[in-house]
């Protein structure tokens, strides 16, 4: 059974920092590609980084770029998300989820990835 559980949100301030954490069980995960999604109050679900399947190079929207940094851990079958220089608009619930094309870390479709964990609440306020 596929499971992934997502950990290490918090209320920060603006310029903190945070890791997330992607737990994942019941699959191989350096056969699937892994993107970090985030969906602020009132807005839709955003794609924000992303490791393909195929090679695992990592991608970043401009949104995240530089700040955040998405690496992975296949012994220990967990991803993580490094949080830098965090910001009030990077607030939101933030969500891990896998599926088996590398060609799903071009787009950020939400509906293409098979499985997803519950999220995990980033509050960035002073």
């Known amino acids: 059974q596929v499971q992934l559980v997502e950990s290490g949100g918090d209320l920060v301030q603006p310029g903190g920092s945070l890791r997330l954490t992607c737990t994942t069980s019941?699959?191989?995960?350096?056969?699937?590609?892994v993107g970090w999604f985030r969906q602020a109050p009132g807005k839709e679900r955003e794609g924000i980084s992303c490791?393909?399947?195929?090679?695992?190079?990592?991608d970043y929207r401009d949104s995240v770029k530089v700040r955040f940094t998405i690496y992975r851990d296949i012994a220990k079958n967990t991803v993580y998300l490094q949080l830098n220089n965090l910001k009030p608009e990077d607030t939101a619930v933030y969500y891990c989820?896998?599926?088996?094309?590398?060609?799903?870390?071009?787009?950020?479709?939400?509906?293409?990835?098979?499985?997803w964990g519950r999220g995990t609440q980033v509050t960035v306020s002073s």
């Open positions: 490791i393909n399947s195929s090679d695992g190079t990592a």
């Open positions: 989820a896998v599926g088996r094309q590398a060609y799903y870390c071009l787009n950020y479709v939400p509906q293409e990835f098979e499985y």
């Open positions: 019941g699959f191989t995960l350096e056969h699937y590609s």
